[in-house]
């Protein structure tokens, strides 16, 4: 069975960092690509970052770039999002989630969210 | 980056009607597009991927179509889990969702 477990969340103050973990298990982890994606309270979901299989991509939504840093230990089946500079807008759930490994990307796996909360 | 439009925003129905969501992309995203439900306080689910495969272990009364620019999502016989928000996303560029159809009994 996948699972995905994410944990890290918390409140943090606005210029703090946060770093979200994502223990995978149930699957192959190097076979696939990996993504957080993010819901503000009430709000609708937003892909906030990518990483390929093996790391070498990455790509972010611009409201995070240089801000935040998706990485990946394939041996720990673990994916991350190391977040710096934070801002009262990126109060959200963050959920890290599973490509379904075919020509396009879906978000077949989703774990249960970890709330960030940026806030003085 | 493209943007998808869906409507309506919001949708009251009763068990057992059929009800149909629209997803509208700015540009042509051939067939790249797929569907979420989400419950609250949950992690949404893939219903629908490439426009009209429908995921493993989705109820069939789950359909989607639409290619180009113009996608719908429908629910041929309401059920009462069914009662959710739904997304659709694009998945030809950068990744955008839309902006969610919230399914309300009516």
């Known amino acids: 069975e996948v699972q995905l477990v994410e944990s890290g969340g918390g409140l943090v103050q606005p210029g703090g960092s946060l770093r979200l973990s994502c223990a995978a298990s149930g699957f192959t982890f190097n076979r696939y690509w990996m993504f957080w994606v993010r819901q503000a309270p009430g709000k609708g979901l937003e892909w906030v970052a990518n990483?390929?299989?093996?790391?070498?991509?990455?790509d972010y939504v611009d409201s995070v770039k240089g801000r935040f840093t998706v990485s990946r230990d394939n041996a720990k089946s673990s994916l991350y999002l190391q977040m710096n500079s934070l801002r009262v807008e990126d109060t959200a759930v963050y959920y890290c989630?599973?490509?379904?490994?075919?020509?396009?990307?879906?978000?077949?796996?989703w774990g249960q969210g970890t709330l960030v909360t940026v806030s003085s | 980056d493209i943007q998808m439009t869906q409507s309506p925003s919001s949708l009251s129905a009763s068990v057992g009607d059929r009800v149909t969501i629209t997803c509208r992309a700015s540009q042509s995203i051939r067939n790249y597009v797929n569907w979420y439900q989400q419950k609250p306080g949950k992690a949404p689910k893939v219903l629908i991927y490439a426009a009209s495969s429908l995921q493993s272990g989705v109820p069939s009364r789950f359909s989607g179509s639409g290619s180009g620019t113009d996608f719908t999502l429908t629910i041929s016989s309401l059920q009462p889990e069914d009662f959710a928000t739904y997304y659709c996303?694009?998945?030809?560029?950068?990744?955008?969702f839309g902006q969610g159809t919230r399914l309300e009994m009516k």
């Open positions: 989630a599973r490509d379904k490994g075919i020509w396009l990307t879906t978000y077949e796996y």
């Open positions: 990483i390929k299989q093996d790391g070498s991509e990455k």
């Open positions: 996303q694009q998945s030809h560029s950068t990744l955008t």
